[in-house]
């Protein structure tokens, strides 16, 4: 089975900042990697699919890079309404561990 | 518009199997291009993708749960049902069904049901 893993687990940012979260596959996966934002008790978001191509509705400065076995998830500017937990997903199944965005 | 709504017991006893139900609502289970998975989440944990069934009826398991995972069509109730065997408390989760997007190449799954939640304790 593929392997997805994030980096960090966790991040603290302030309100403007630019962060990057990462996630490394354990082979070769292409494009096929998604990345969603969770809310505490709310369902998953689709925030980028395809590796870079930003979700309909979703705000620009969330982007997406990577190909094959490196993948990274930038926010920049960071507003209030973005502190949430952070998940990419290989194709239709593994999920990475999830980066938890917290204010500093 | 597309939505997607999960039922099924809140609570099952160690050993049993559990059952659920995953109504769509404005398409079609048999759309070509329609796919729809179960995702499960244990308390304070991360996402876990469980099975996924297409239009035409191929089905995709979870290598590690394979073996106590059902997943089929119900045409008549527009409805996606897992079940799952022997249930044990560690799958205590909330359990989420969502489409994968007809438009993407890699299957982001872009329409959620709100989850249900499910524990398993006798």
């Known amino acids: 089975d593929i392997q997805m893993t994030q980096s960090p687990s966790s991040l603290s940012a302030s309100v403007g900042d630019r962060v990057t979260i990462t996630c490394r596959a354990s082979?070769?996966?292409?494009?096929?990697l998604n990345w969603y934002q969770q809310k505490p008790g709310k369902a998953p978001k689709l925030l980028i699919h395809s590796a870079s191509t930003l979700q309909s509705g979703v705000p620009s400065r969330f982007s997406g890079s990577g190909s094959g076995t490196d993948f990274t998830l930038t926010i920049n500017s960071l507003q209030p309404e973005d502190f949430a937990t952070y998940y990419c997903q290989q194709s239709y199944s593994t999920f990475g561990q999830g980066t938890r965005l917290e204010i500093k | 518009q597309v939505t997607l709504k999960e039922s099924g017991p809140a609570l099952v006893k160690p050993t049993q199997t559990l059952t659920l139900a995953c109504t769509l609502s404005?398409?079609?289970?048999?759309?070509?291009?329609?796919?729809v998975s179960w995702i499960r989440q244990p308390p304070g944990k991360a996402l876990e993708w469980l099975a996924r069934i297409d239009w035409d009826d191929d089905k995709f398991y979870s290598t590690s749960l394979k073996t106590r995972l059902t997943i089929s069509k119900d045409t008549s109730k527009n409805q996606v049902v897992l079940t799952m065997t022997n249930m044990d408390p560690v799958d205590t989760a909330t359990y989420y069904c969502?489409?994968?997007?007809?438009?993407?190449?890699?299957?982001?799954?872009?329409?959620w049901g709100q989850g249900t939640t499910v524990t398993v304790s006798s």
């Open positions: 404005g398409i079609s289970i048999n759309t070509t291009e329609m796919r």
């Open positions: 082979q070769n996966i292409f494009m096929y």
């Open positions: 969502a489409r994968a997007s007809p438009v993407t190449t890699s299957y982001g799954m872009d329409v």
